[in-house]
């Protein structure tokens, strides 16, 4: 594939836009991702003729995690406020979801959501609750933290994972050595990037690895038999997603440095 293909085909960047609220539907484990970006009115979780329900979540679960300023999401006449990496689950069954901002920094509320056969209750975690795990280090620019929201030890979902990584100061490198995992398809989305700042994301088959280049609040879709990794020109932050077979976080097949080409 060229360049202009794989952006094509793995890439979604148009989905932030401030005032709006903007989907795209991904084949691969019939995943939806998108970006609501309240202003002054709020905007609603409507099911479009792609899901072919009464509304989005009648046969399907949602992770909303705030990468803005502080907001509110109202589930079904529940109303939870979010302040900036605090996430919230919303369980199969919710038919009416709303998101606000609150005030003049508003937020934005990154959306994934897969299929789900059963229902789990509505459940926010806030970001110091989400559970934090410690990798890498400066020696190997890779130092990060990863929270971990949606997850079998945390907000219980049907097949939804997710959480979010931090690259410390001076690190640039995330997810490496890298890994695939054929039971459970990934979605990143990178934020936290200053305007000039890119992310070379890193994919497909470990011996025959390809990149894109990636901006701020752009995402890229990771089939199950590509590796997902990537540097930056800074420290950033990257949302992760996944669904498909199982939940265990630790199902991975490593891809040495020595296999990559």
Known sequence: MTTAQIRETFLIDALYEPGALNLAYVDLDRAVVGMAAPLDAKLTLDADETLRAKYFTERRELGALNIGGRGVIRVDGAEYALEN???LYIGRGAQQITFESVDSSPAIFYLLSYPAHASYPTTLVRKEEADPLELGGAETCNRRTVCKYIHLN????????MGVTHLHSGSAWNTMPAHT?????????????????R??????????TRHIVMKDREVVVSPGWSIHAGVGTQAYSFCWGMGGENQD????????LNSLR
């Open 249 to 256: 976080y630790t199902d991975m097949d490593p891809a040495p």
């Open 85 to 87: 990496l605090d996430c």
């Open 154 to 161: 945390g907000a219980k979902s049907c097949q939804l994972v």
């Open 181 to 197: 995992h054929m039971r459970r398809s990934e979605i990143y989305m990178y934020f936290n990037l200053g305007a000039d700042a």
């Open 199 to 208: 992310v070379f994301h890193l994919m497909g088959p470990a011996e025959e």
